[in-house]
């Protein structure tokens, strides 16, 4: 099985690919689009991206992309700890508090403001494509008096010296990866029982009827329908217009979930099944490695 992440290697993305599929040949892309394009394309058979994190909410291009661009099904998910590290060129080991620029995703960094306000206020952050990018860079430019921002397995990879462990602001950061398939039927091959199951759907509310969202809402609570998330995004065709990604806590059933979509539909909704998949909790991270 071909599972595609973002790359290169190293990134907290590759490092959920390792743990939740470990015999699969895992292929690195640039890009979270490159990743489900390669879906599309049969480049690959599945990938498995970043879609949220608990400090800094959703990764827009991975949503916005999964919505505009793409018909690629959720087939499941997983949750990793993830662990943020400063490290640099072992040119600069002994003077890294006058490094000049740090380097990593710009979720890593927005992960670790409070350390750079307290630590380095004025220093430029530069944004990369990944964390581990940003690790791989500065180990090509030792001349630049630069530092990075990443996991401890991009350290390893890439040669560099953690000069500060745990610098995120706070201690409980996960991210949430989404796996992706062509086929909504395929079931990932994952050696693991899972913690719990979702499905995802996307809402359209119609565009002339107020107290819409209220009514939405409604058609779950009186089925007892447990929402873990909700969450608007913009259209991209106006001004005031959204749809709404909802997470309902449960497989597809038979009478609830699709009794709820009928009662929507019936307000004028548009409804979109996302995916109905098996949610994996990957919940020890060990000391220095996520």
């Known amino acids: 099985m071909r599972v595609g992440f973002l790359g290169p290697r190293a990134t907290f993305t590759d490092m959920a690919v390792r743990e939740i599929f470990p015999s699969a040949e895992s292929i690195p892309f640039q890009t979270i689009p490159e990743c489900m394009d390669a879906v599309e394309e049969g480049k690959t058979d599945l990938c498995l991206v970043p879609l949220e994190n608990a400090l800094e909410g959703s990764v827009n291009i991975t949503l916005d992309y999964l919505i505009h661009e793409v018909e690629l099904p959720i087939i499941g998910e997983t949750t990793m700890p993830i662990r943020q590290h400063f490290m640099v060129h072992k040119a600069n080991q002994h003077r890294w508090k006058e490094i000049e620029l740090i380097y990593s995703h710009s979720h890593a960094i927005a992960q670790c403001h409070r350390f750079l306000h307290q630590q380095f206020k004025g220093v430029r952050c530069e944004t990369t494509t990944s964390t581990a990018a940003a690790a791989q860079y500065v180990k090509e430019h030792p001349e630049i008096r630069a530092a990075a921002i990443g996991n401890a397995l991009s350290a390893k990879e890439y040669g560099l010296i953690i000069v500060k462990e745990d610098i995120h602001d706070f201690g409980h950061n996960h991210t949430r990866f989404v796996i992706l ?110």
């Open 181 to 290: 398939s062509k086929n909504s039927d395929d079931k990932p091959d994952i050696k693991r029982v899972p913690d719990s199951f979702k499905t995802t759907i996307m809402v359209t509310l119609p565009s002339d009827q107020a107290g819409t969202l209220h009514q939405v809402l409604s058609a779950f609570a009186w089925r007892k329908l447990n929402l873990s998330k909700i969450e608007s995004r913009p259209m991209k065709t106006g001004l005031g217009n959204y749809f709404f990604i909802i997470d309902i806590e449960m497989k597809m059933d038979d009478v609830l979930i699709p009794g709820a979509i009928a009662e929507l539909e019936a307000l004028g909704c548009k409804v979109k099944v996302l995916g109905s998949y098996p949610s994996f909790q990957l919940k020890k991270a060990a000391k220095g490695s996520l």
